[in-house]
C-alpha cells in the first residue's frame, strides 16, 4: 500500500476513534510508535477532529460570549499545533529525500508533500460527517440526496487526491520534482511581530 493510501486508512481509523467518546476534552492514546510518521499522523487527524467539533460548538447562536471567546482561544492554539505538526511532516519527507540526485530539469511542486496530507485529513472528516447526514434517519429525501450528490464528491475527490500525492512522492524520489519547505509565519500569534501583543501604540 501506498503512503497516501495509508493515511486514508489511519485517519479514517483516527475518526471512528474520535466518535467512540465524540469529546472534545477526551485524551487520545496513540496507537503508534512514538517518534514515528504513523504516530505524527495520528495527532495531526487528532488535532483536526477536535478542532472541526470545536468548530460546530463556536457556532451555536446560544453559547456564552465568554465561553466563545475562550473556544476561539483554543482554536487558534489548535491551528498554530496543526500547523507545527504539518512542517514535522514535511521534516520527515525532506530527511526521507535527503540523499535523492535531483534531475537538471527538477520542478518543484506548489505544495509540501505534508501540506497535501493535511488536506487528505480533512477529507477524511468531511467524508465522514457527509457519510454522517446522508444517512440520518430524521431528514427529509431532498437533504440525503444532497448530502449523497456531496459524498460522491468528497470520495471521488480522495481519489485523486490520493493519486496526486503518492506520485509526487515517486517524483520526489527518482528526481523528478525537489521539495522547499517555507515555515508558516504567522504573524498574528507571534508576541514580536503582532502590534496587539506588542504594544504597538
Not at 540523499?99 to 487528505?120: F, G, H, M, Y
Request: overall charge negative.
Amino acid at each position: 500500500m501506498k503512503f497516501a493510501e495509508k493515511c486514508n486508512v489511519l485517519f479514517d481509523a483516527t475518526v471512528e476513534l474520535y466518535h467512540k467518546t465524540d469529546d472534545v476534552d477526551a485524551v487520545a492514546t496513540n496507537p503508534y510508535e512514538e517518534g514515528t510518521i504513523e504516530a505524527n499522523l495520528f495527532v495531526k487527524n487528532w488535532i483536526d477532529t477536535v478542532q472541526w467539533h470545536l468548530e460546530d460548538i463556536i457556532r451555536d447562536p446560544e453559547i456564552d460570549p465568554a465561553d466563545a471567546l475562550a473556544l476561539k482561544r483554543r482554536i487558534d492554539k489548535s491551528n498554530q499545533d496543526r500547523t507545527d505538526l504539518v512542517e514535522e511532516i514535511d521534516t520527515y519527507f525532506r530527511e526521507k529525500y535527503a540523499d535523492v540526485k535531483v534531475a537538471a530539469d527538477a520542478t518543484i511542486n506548489t505544495e509540501s508533500p505534508a501540506w497535501a496530507v493535511d488536506r487528505l485529513s480533512i477529507l477524511a472528516l468531511k467524508i465522514y460527517h457527509m457519510r454522517e447526514q446522508a444517512s440520518r434517519t430524521d431528514a427529509d429525501a431532498a437533504h440525503l440526496e444532497r448530502c449523497q450528490a456531496k459524498l460522491n464528491v468528497l470520495l471521488e475527490q480522495r481519489v485523486d487526491l490520493t493519486t496526486a500525492i503518492d506520485q509526487l512522492l515517486e517524483d520526489i524520489a527518482a528526481g523528478k520534482k525537489y521539495m522547499k519547505v517555507y515555515r508558516q509565519m504567522k504573524l498574528y500569534n507571534d508576541p514580536a511581530t503582532n502590534p496587539v501583543l506588542y504594544g504597538k501604540k
